[in-house]
């Protein structure tokens, strides 16, 4: 059965950096790409980041874009999303997901795509 797990998140001042982490399991990994979404109250999911099933794609959001780093070690079964720079609209709950996807060599930002969704990790950005 396939299991998501995030961690990583907490309260972070401005300016600041956060690791979160996705550790997966019941599943075969390295045939999955995997992405980060964000949500705040009352509004739509939005999608941060992915990577494809081989580390070779990565996408951004354009309001992340120079500031994240998405990366994965299918060793480990488990994706990091690096931040930096951290900004105030930063702050949501965020997710992470995984799409089957062995034949494809891109990830997309669509949360349809996902079958699988972790219970999310709290980020804060405040001072």
């Known amino acids: 059965q396939l299991q998501l797990v995030e961690s990583g998140g907490g309260l972070v001042q401005p300016g600041g950096t956060l690791r979160l982490s996705c550790a997966a399991s019941?599943?075969?990994?390295?045939?999955?790409?995997i992405a980060w979404f964000r949500q705040t109250p009352g509004k739509e999911r939005e999608g941060v980041s992915c990577?494809?099933?081989?580390?070779?794609?990565?996408n951004y959001a354009d309001s992340v874009k120079g500031r994240a780093t998405i990366s994965r070690d299918n060793a480990k079964n488990t994706v990091y999303l690096q931040m930096n720079s951290l900004k105030a609209e930063d702050t949501a709950f965020y997710y992470c997901?995984?799409?089957?996807?062995?034949?494809?060599?891109?990830?997309?930002?669509?949360?349809?795509?996902?079958?699988?969704w972790g219970q999310g990790t709290q980020v804060t950005v405040s001072s």
């Open positions: 990577i494809s099933e081989s580390g070779r794609h990565m």
């Open positions: 997901a995984a799409d089957w996807a062995p034949y494809s060599s891109i990830c997309a930002l669509v949360p349809g795509r996902y079958l699988g």
């Open positions: 019941g599943f075969g990994f390295g045939d999955y790409n």
